[in-house]
């Protein structure tokens, strides 16, 4: 991502509809079908309106040069096949990976409701964007999601020569009787790629063990941190993580391996990136599975454990009522994109 200064506190307040089709306009200058516009805009809004803004409107930069270079094909339309009762499979064909679950949603719903369990498998697109967004729409389905992603190498691990892996995040969601899905989000590495980007941005310092520069030295400067390497979280224990991830997202779905994903923020060159997600209707498992987490949550809650999602979804709500805001320097930005 590139770092984009910010140097104003005036913001520009969008109705969540308003804000929908402002970005959907910006994608269709760049040539976008109104397909991978729609799917796009309403990602990114909701994103921003979870307060989740290192993917929502910042997200953008990315997203916008792509378009213009050929990094991500703007009119792709996703090739959907079946490989049986339960599983479909997408071939962005080099576009965003949000029109390909938009795509399959309600087959995959379909599915994991007749049949107990359901699975996408994804490649060959641009970065995933916000896995929780998916995961949250499964789980307000009444289904629980996990999802697993791949993208260009980013992270260095303990031990190895250069970076290895992606930040290979994964979402997990679950349905409760309270109406708010129990939701994380997370990169497998120590901090995501756009938290490190949206720091440079504003001028922020990073913590420690998040990056290294790039002679290997750990720093707490994001603009340092974004010519060297991420690290895994709990080192050896998150390079695991990250390998299993990579070996669903890429190995299972045949998309790039992060090691051969061209960049995704420079260069012609799609990343061919990878996701992959398996869902379970709780029905076909145990009765009551919702309510039963529910009060389970409750019962976490009274003990101080922190509810992931929690948050976000509250957040939700409010830009529902009052909007969201985005500061004007950066729509600038983006409208000059």
């Known amino acids: 991502m590139q770092a984009i200064p910010l140097k104003t506190t005036a913001y520009r307040r969008f109705t969540l509809d308003d804000a929908v089709d402002w970005v959907k306009h910006l994608c269709q200058s760049k040539g976008c079908s109104p397909a991978v ?6 990602a990114t809004v909701a994103a921003q309106a979870r307060g989740n803004q290192a993917v929502g409107f910042c997200h953008l930069v990315d997203y916008l040069p792509g378009f213009s270079s050929g990094r991500i094909n703007p009119r792709a339309e ?19 990976a949000q029109l390909g679950v938009d795509r399959c949603f309600d087959s995959l719903c379909h599915a994991a409701h007749a049949n107990g369990v359901a699975a996408l498998s994804q490649c060959n697109s641009f970065t995933s964007g916000e896995l929780g967004d998916y995961t949250l729409r499964f789980a307000q389905a009444g289904l629980i999601a996990l999802a697993v ?17 992606s ?11 309270d109406g708010i899905p129990l939701l994380f989000d997370q990169a497998s590495s120590a901090a995501a790629f756009v938290n490190i980007a949206h720091a440079a941005s504003t001028g922020s310092d990073i913590p420690e063990g998040w990056a290294v520069d790039r002679d290997g030295n750990g720093t707490r400067d994001a603009l340092s941190a974004l010519s060297g390497a991420l690290l895994p979280f709990g080192g050896h224990r998150g390079a695991n993580l990250m390998l299993m991830v990579e070996v669903l997202a890429a190995g299972l779905t045949g998309a790039n391996w992060s090691l051969d994903s061209p960049a995704f923020n420079q260069g012609t060159q799609t990343p061919g990136c990878g996701l992959l997600i398996l869902l379970l209707a709780p029905a076909f498992f145990s009765t009551g599975f919702e309510q039963r987490l529910s009060s389970q949550l409750t019962r976490l809650t009274q003990m101080d454990v922190h509810r992931p999602g929690w948050e976000r979804q509250h957040a939700t709500v409010n830009a529902q009522n009052d909007g969201i805001s985005v500061p004007v320097d950066l729509l600038e930005q983006l409208s000059h994109l």
């Open 78 to 96: 996703p090739r959907i096949s079946c490989a049986g009762a339960i599983i479909l499979k997408s071939d962005a064909r080099g576009g965003i």
């Open 37 to 42: 516009a729609n799917s796009l805009a309403h």
């Open 149 to 165: 992603a791949n993208g260009p190498a980013l992270v260095a691990v303990p031990g190895a020569k250069g970076k290895t892996y």
């Open 167 to 177: 930040t290979n995040p994964l979402s997990f969601a679950a349905p409760s009787a």
